[in-house]
């Protein structure tokens, strides 16, 4: 059986991905919310191409509105969408052990087949953009998104069992199945299980769970996590939890993982309850670390934090509270592909 092995997110990137906002809940119900959800989405465009080419998916109904907030700055693909969540929509680009680069579709279904949720256009960007990067497709025999793993690319995966072990996206499957296929698409011969994610992201509109907004890799061994040090705030559980589970972990070499607490913000709740917002959600890219803020007090230690957590790198603070508000971060809306 061929090897594949998705690279560390922290590798060199040619291009990253991206899906403009063109319907639905991410526009939301006026034009004023759809106008803030282009420029968000365009915002952190525009911070990422400053370090590498940025490739955006469009709908053709939407096409006119992107050209209009982006110009020259990104390359356009015309392509259906029904939403605008690359890292789930898309690959995860991996290769084999010759080098040679291969696209993963999870087979996306609207997070579990969510009552809200519309995917029979989604379902195909991960084969139009194998397509566009002309990498074959390697079909993935279980449900997944890109926002349900994270890599060291030294063969240990982070994962939550609220999202891997949902009915919705995999009934009947157990840990040691997802990891069979974890071992074969990704290269992870261990996997590091957490047992759930924020409360927000558990909650109806959520993805039941999204490991990259509660632990990254910053580097093999080195493991960044949402701390959230509210005890009002119920993710308040959820941080010490984590916090256990990667304490007790051992990576694919057999490492103790250092960890480095990345403090939530002071909100703790908006319009619709308890926020998750998190720093964890981060893009790192070539030179650039495209981080997200939320005009809170803690932005400026986060950003510090994470400066210090990838030497070399220029943090950009991008303001992702218009993300969040439908239902996800920077490192949500990019999906990367390796030199």
């Known amino acids: 059986m061929p090897n594949y ?37 365009s915002n952190v465009a525009r911070a990422v191409a400053r370090f590498t ?39 995860t680009f991996v290769r084999d052990a010759a080098g040679e680069l291969f696209a993963v579709n999870w087979n996306f279904n609207g997070w579990g087949a969510q009552a809200w949720a519309h995917w029979g256009k989604d379902s195909k960007i991960a084969s139009e953009v194998a397509a566009l990067t002309e990498t074959k497709v390697l079909r993935a025999l279980i449900t997944n998104e890109g926002g349900g793993i994270h890599v060291d690319g030294e063969g240990t995966v982070l994962a939550t069992r609220s999202v891997q072990l949902d009915p919705g996206r995999n009934p009947g499957k157990a840990e040691a199945d997802i990891e069979t296929e974890f071992a074969r698409l990704l290269g992870a011969t261990k996997t590091i299980w957490l047992e759930r994610g924020l409360t927000r992201d558990n909650e109806e509109f959520g993805t039941r769970g999204h490991v990259d907004i509660v632990a990254c890799f910053a580097a093999p061994g080195v493991v960044l996590f949402h701390d959230q040090q509210n005890p009002e705030h119920p993710d308040f559980e959820v941080s010490g939890q984590v916090r256990k589970q990667l304490e007790s972990a051992v990576d694919a070499k057999g490492r103790k993982l250092t960890l480095i607490p990345v403090p939530a ?41 994470l400066a210090e957590a990838y030497p070399g790198r220029e943090v950009v603070g991008v303001d992702a509270r218009e993300l969040f508000a439908r239902g996800g971060g920077i490192h949500c809306i990019t999906q990367q592909l390796p030199t």
């Open 53 to 91: 080419p940025v490739t955006m998916i469009v709908d053709p109904s939407a096409l006119a509105d992107a050209r209009r907030h982006l110009g020259e700055s990104v390359d356009f693909a015309v392509r259906e969408l029904d939403d605008a969540w690359m890292r789930d929509i898309g690959p």
């Open 5 to 41: 092995f998705m690279p560390a997110e922290t590798a060199a990137h040619e291009r990253i991905f991206m899906a403009f906002p063109s319907g639905g809940y991410t526009l939301g119900q006026s034009e004023a919310e759809a106008e803030a959800a282009r420029t968000a989405w």
């Open 265 to 305: 913000p002071t909100v703790l709740t908006d319009t619709e309850g308890w926020v998750d917002y998190s720093y964890i959600n981060h893009l790192v890219t070539n030179a650039g670390v495209i981080a997200c803020t939320f005009g809170d007090p803690m932005d400026a230690q986060a950003l510090q934090i």
